[in-house]
């Protein structure tokens, strides 16, 4: 910065300060996200240690995940849900090389049985070091990417994410587009590379600082920050006391039920049993406009209960997903083919009206806004 006295003036001053301002900003959001990736890394590396040698690992099996992320957010550790605590795990899974970058200073976190020196990683020519990938990427990155379950694929975006410093959204959206499979099939891969940057939103370090997801990580309580995954866990915990305080017939079964369809682990809001309707009824929350991307995920889970979950004596479940952007909120019942009048007839008697749940929904809405 140039503050020769022939040129210092009150433009000059605004603009150092400015410069200043952004530059060290900048640099405490990459610390604070390289931070966050390593928290999050280790978290899986532990639980995967604990299912590998956990002395008392048999007492959980399946519950594991659940019975950690209760014992967890009793003791205020941030975003530590089963899913986000599944993540953890897959992300440690396809990472290990993650290892390397570990400060020294923070070397004690690491659990003992993990050597450096022994991690597997991607063919030496695609392979992006470590350091590289952590300084580049944020954590969000990181668990679109890890979804991906295949290591080419995975190489293939980290190098144009990082190529192209590509915002977290303009990542899902050139997986959404099928970026990777149009490159394969492309005979002209440079130039469909040089469209797919040409406009791509870039990453702001400049506000990684303002993710929500990085203030509950500090330990920040902001109305400003609240996360939509936030209020979305407040609103599940709220509507599963609701649905049972409604009677009606609902006996509380899972919550993030994990599911596996194909190759793919999926998981379900909230899961009841109706003894009433003798059947399942499985509740999707979302915390955006209503879309046939959200009905058709929830008809998937549907259809997998019908095929996998029924039993002699069941009705075909139920699905019920609500979403709360879009005329405040919209509640679409799934009926999943049933075509039994008698039963439908009384589903629509036992099960709450859409009114209440409408209802409910502003009211909760509104309390966290205000």
């Known amino acids: 910065m140039n503050t020769d006295r022939h040129e210092w003036n009150f433009e000059k001053l605004v603009g150092t300060i400015r410069q200043l301002h952004e530059e060290?900003?900048?640099?405490?959001?990459?610390?604070?996200?390289?931070?966050?990736?390593?928290?999050?890394?280790?978290?899986?590396?532990?639980?995967?240690?604990?299912?590998?040698?956990?002395s008392d690992r048999a007492n959980y099996g399946d519950r594991l995940l659940s019975e950690l992320s209760r014992e967890l957010r009793s003791h205020k550790v941030s975003n530590t849900g089963r899913r986000q605590l599944y993540n953890y795990l897959a992300f440690y899974r396809a990472y290990p090389q993650i290892v390397r970058t570990v400060p020294a200073q923070s070397r004690h976190l690491l659990p003992e049985t993990i050597d450096s020196k022994k991690v597997r990683t991607v063919s030496a020519q695609l392979a992006i070091s470590p350091e590289k990938l952590v300084g580049s990427l944020s954590y969000s990155h990181f668990e679109l990417i890890v979804a991906l379950n295949d290591d080419l694929k995975r190489a293939f975006y980290e190098i144009e994410c990082i190529r192209g410093n590509w915002s977290v959204r303009e990542l899902k959206r050139q997986i959404n587009s099928l970026y990777y499979e149009r490159s394969g099939l492309s005979k002209d891969k440079k130039k469909l590379a040089a469209l797919a940057q040409e406009g791509a939103e870039s990453a702001d370090p400049k506000l990684a600082i303002r993710d929500p997801y990085i203030f509950?990580?500090?330990?920040?309580?902001?109305?400003?920050?609240?996360?939509?995954?936030?209020?979305?866990?407040?609103?599940?915990?709220?509507?599963?006391?609701?649905?049972?305080?409604?009677?009606?017939?609902?006996c509380f079964e899972a919550r993030q039920k994990r599911i596996l369809i194909g190759d793919t682990h999926n998981f379900v809001d909230l899961v009841f049993y109706h003894r009433i309707l003798k059947c399942h009824v499985l509740v999707e929350l979302k915390l955006e406009q209503f879309s046939h991307e959200n009905i058709g995920q929830l008809n998937t889970y549907v259809s997998w209960y019908k095929k996998n979950m029924m039993s002699e004596g069941d009705n075909p479940p139920i699905g019920i997903l609500l979403c709360s952007q879009r005329d405040r909120t919209f509640v679409e019942y799934a009926l999943a083919g049933m075509d039994n009048g008698l039963f439908v007839s009384k589903y629509q008697l036992e099960l709450p009206r859409e009114e209440e749940i409408q209802r409910f929904i502003e009211e909760q809405v509104r309390e966290s806004e205000s």
């Open 24 to 54: 060290l900003a900048a640099q405490a959001g990459r610390a604070i996200n390289i931070s966050l990736t390593l928290r999050n890394w280790l978290i899986g590396a532990y639980i995967s240690e604990f299912e590998l040698r956990g």
């Open 216 to 250: 509950e990580f500090l330990g920040l309580k902001s109305k400003e920050v609240m996360s939509e995954s936030h209020l979305e866990e407040q609103l599940l915990d709220k509507l599963q006391e609701f649905l049972l305080e409604l009677g009606h017939g609902f």
